[in-house]
């Protein structure tokens, strides 16, 4: 069976190398001129967080989360393609230590750590804060090298990964299609709405972390995400707006000074890259996989892509190979074409 998958975000991407995988001839195609302009994927922070997500998403994301770490774990070799398994760190100031309590009260899967044992796993940070929390089983990776593994793979296994192609002029060629599309397939999922996210990649070699970290505060919480080298993502935004292009002066001061919080050498770090995209989302915030003829859509997947999009990829393939969908709760609904547009 010949598959074309449409969208080369990483909802997109898995679909299509667990498709591949699988002994189907997939054609991956994306509007996009090329990888480096392709969708919000290659601005996500790669933390494979499930249970910090835990603090504020449904159960199921950690649960599936959790698969999806393994997930990563497999596809991507552990130091030569940025996967870290070194866990997470989560952050308080000392006035804003309620904030820290009420996410431990919330999320699992973690320690409390204070004193030396804090300033064991990161020593940078001794003294900085009192204490913290640590999710030792949490990973992250480097978005742009995890696409960059996947796509090297796809034609490892002979399927086609196209740029700046027109999914209607490859549709026709293909029995299943597969639409990953993001926000742009609004055209048939008329629930989907805009979330904007903001970051920037910074350069401050003097500073040496391992792992992600969030820094709570009661308003903007912030995380930063060494990718090696000295170089840092720094995010947090999220803006209910279909607006993309433009990061706010606002939002990149606020970044800025959450990084300045965390450890003040990041005042002296240089700006790589200020980035935005807009992320999909249901009005839940869960993602959907739904059939409408001989299309399948995955989308909805709104700040949790890298952690969700290896799970529902498996559910393509086992569903495209003839086996059920697991279930969820009622919002996990698998839409029928009443549902579309």
């Known amino acids: 069976m010949k598959v074309l998958v449409v969208g080369a975000g990483v909802a997109g991407l898995c679909c299509a190398l667990e498709l591949a995988q699988a002994g189907y001839r997939v054609e991956l195609i994306d509007r996009a001129v090329g990888p480096e302009s392709a969708g ?15 603090e504020n998403a449904h159960q ?9 770490v393994e997930w990563w774990q497999k596809v991507l070799p552990e130091v030569d393609d940025g996967y870290r398994q070194l866990g997470s760190l989560v952050l308080a100031q000392g006035r804003d230590r309620g904030e820290l309590a009420r996410f431990a009260q919330r999320s699992s899967g973690h320690e409390s ?13 001794a003294g900085i804060f009192p204490q913290g929390l640590y999710f030792a089983a949490e990973a992250h990776i480097d978005p742009r090298l995890a696409m960059r593994r996947i796509r090297s793979r796809l034609q490892e296994l002979g399927a086609t990964v196209r740029y700046g192609a027109d999914a209607s ?12 599309r993001g926000l742009a397939g609004r055209d048939t999922l008329s629930e989907l709405r805009g979330v904007k996210g903001e970051m920037l990649l910074v350069k ?15 308003r903007i919480p912030l995380y930063i995400v060494p990718r090696g080298d000295g170089v840092y993502m720094i995010g947090a935004t999220m803006i209910e707006s279909d607006e993309q292009k ?12 959450g990084a300045f919080a965390l450890h003040p050498t990041f005042s002296e770090a240089e700006i790589l890259e200020l980035g935005t995209e807009v992320r999909p989302a249901f009005r839940d915030n869960l993602p959907k996989v739904c059939r409408k003829g001989n299309t399948i859509f995955v989308n909805g997947l709104y700040r949790h892509g890298f952690l969700l ?33």
């Open 60 to 68: 199921l994301v950690t649960s599936l989360g959790v698969e999806s």
């Open 246 to 257: 433009r990061v706010s002066a606002r939002s990149l001061v606020e970044l800025l000074q």
């Open 309 to 341: 999009a290896p799970v529902l990829a498996q559910w393509v393939r086992n569903w495209v190979s003839g086996g059920e969908l697991p279930p969820g709760p009622d919002n996990w609904e698998i839409m029928n074409e009443d549902s579309m547009q």
């Open 113 to 125: 750590v204070r004193g030396d044992a804090l300033s064991e796993i990161e020593p940078e940070l």
């Open 40 to 54: 919000c994927s290659r601005f996500a922070g790669g933390m494979l967080a499930p249970y910090c997500e835990g």
């Open 169 to 180: 002029e490859y549709k026709g060629a293909a029995e299943l299609v597969v639409d990953c």
């Open 204 to 218: 401050c070699p003097a500073i040496r972390l391992s792992r992600p970290i969030r820094l709570l505060h009661p």
